[in-house]
């Protein structure tokens, strides 16, 4: 059986490996961690909308129970960022989820958030995989009690109020939007809040299937076709949005674009903080340069991380950034927990289509700073051989790529190549799947192409 660890975001597994007595050792682990962090105080516990997931959550609050931890377990499946607030809202000592987040049905996962409410730092999830164990007892006058919560009022006001604070107006008066919960988490609670911003709401897939509808609750293009259909046929729907399974990472669709790429929102989200307000970007290696770009126009820095969106909350507290976010969807702005949070962006996403189109914004962006195309593939590579993998390439990295020179190689998550045209090919480990993810950025989509090939070109033979 594959050993418990911590990857990019918490543990992940089928449910072959991802079994009732695993996830008791976790707990058991937790709770040792905070007892000997001196953490106390009540620790929430939140789960996905998959089959098997409040059952794990369940499991793991007797465990956090029995080593005399209160527990708040969320009333019903929730997204990540609710429970991420309440640690701050309610100054808990932490948090577990159970969720998988975009993974197959197949898979569940569990992931411990601090007392910061920020993604936890390899220093403390290896110190919870240092202290994995069966789960101990206290006598029964000390155990810890459960009480169920709904977290979600509490985060839907600060939600509101972060956006005014933003805008002037969380309104949506007049403007439609389709939201696709892809069956996950979000339903509920991300239509709720657009609802209650007085959006015209048209729902897709907002009813709970813990398979999904068969396929994973990652809010590609591909996944997506629903609610891209919907926006983009004259229907007279202004926006639409999805969240992931676990409702921390947000898709947008525009009436003229379609899929608005990731990248391509953090740019106009960015650009829209600028308006009212100053202050740097955070993104990681894998994300545009345009936010780059954008930046240097307002005379702002930008700081670049490893992949992974604890890396982007370390570096927003060091320098209290105005945004942070990565490719993949995963947003979060100053002022707010930092965890990446798919319903705040929701809400703010519409606000900021209401005031202008975002196809607008996007094309005064483009316009303004030169058009950028990015994409990604991904090379099959079981865990246990990335890092032999990582290292050949380290001595196979050519002169040249797709016919232009590398001009420098960027280490901070894998290899970065930096070409002479402005273009970069990245090679990383995913953190969740048994791949390596090869991703391009150039001025069009032909270039995009050839640099992703060239970079298959130089793993398959590693492989």
């Known amino acids: 059986m594959e050993t418990i ?14 079994t009732t007595p695993r996830v008791r050792m976790v707990g058991q682990a937790v709770a040792t961690y905070l007892d000997d962090e001196g953490l106390e105080g009540p620790v929430a516990i939140g789960y996905d909308a998959r089959e098997t997931s409040r059952g794990f959550a369940e499991e793991l609050s007797r465990v956090l129970c029995a080593n005399g931890f209160d527990v708040l377990l969320s009333d019903r499946d929730r997204p990540t960022p609710l429970v991420a607030h309440a640690i701050v809202d ?72 972060l956006v005014e604070s933003i805008t002037g107006s969380a309104d949506l008066s007049g403007l439609s939007v389709a939201y696709d919960a892809m069956h996950g988490s979000g339903r509920g609670t991300t239509d709720a809040v657009l609802e209650r911003a007085g959006a015209d709401l048209e ?4 009813e709970r299937d813990p398979d999904f509808g068969g396929g994973s609750p990652e809010p590609a293009a591909e996944n997506l076709e629903t609610l891209i259909e919907t926006v983009t046929d004259d229907s007279g729907v202004d926006l639409g949005i999805a969240n992931d399974g676990d409702a921390d990472r947000i898709a947008v669709v525009t009436p003229e674009r379609g899929y608005l790429d990731e990248n391509l929102f953090f740019a106009a989200l960015y650009d829209y ?36 969106f604890k890396w982007v909350a370390e570096a927003m507290a060091d320098g209290d950034a105005l945004v942070g976010g990565e490719e993949s969807g995963g947003f979060t702005v100053r002022g707010h ?24 914004r996007v094309d005064r962006l483009l316009e303004t700073h030169g058009t950028v195309v990015q994409d990604k593939i991904s090379v099959d590579c079981p865990d246990s051989e ?33 070409l ?36 298959r070109g130089l793993l398959e033979p590693l492989v």
């Open 5 to 18: 660890s911590f990857g990019t975001d918490g543990w992940r597994a089928t449910l072959e490996e991802f």
């Open 90 to 161: 309610r100054d808990l000592a932490g948090a577990l989820v159970i969720t998988a987040s975009h993974n197959p049905p197949e898979y569940n996962g569990v992931k411990f958030i601090p007392d910061d409410g920020a993604p936890a730092l390899p220093a403390i999830t290896d110190a919870i995989a240092d202290r994995l164990a069966e789960p101990e007892s206290l006598p029964e006058a000390d155990h810890g009690t459960v009480r169920e919560v709904d977290f979600a009022p509490s985060h839907a006001d600060t939600v509101f109020d």
């Open 203 to 206: 729902r897709v897939r907002c």
């Open 273 to 308: 903080l600028l308006e009212d307000a100053s202050g740097s970007a955070v993104r990681t290696v894998s994300t545009t340069y345009l936010i780059d770009r954008i930046a240097e126009a307002h005379g702002e820095p930008v700081r670049e991380v490893p992949v992974g």
């Open 337 to 360: 927990v930092r965890e990446k949070d798919g319903v705040l962006m929701a809400l703010l996403a519409a606000t900021m289509h209401a005031d202008e189109p975002l196809d607008e």
């Open 386 to 418: 990335k890092a032999r993998v990582l290292d050949d390439l380290e001595t196979a990295i050519p002169e040249t790529v797709a016919d232009t020179d590398v001009e420098d190689v960027n280490t901070a998550d894998g290899f970065k190549l930096l």
């Open 420 to 455: 002479a045209d402005g273009s970069w090919l990245l090679v990383r480990p995913s953190g969740t799947e048994p791949v390596l993810r090869v991703y391009a950025e150039a001025g069009d989509e032909k270039r995009v192409r050839e640099l992703l090939e060239a970079g």
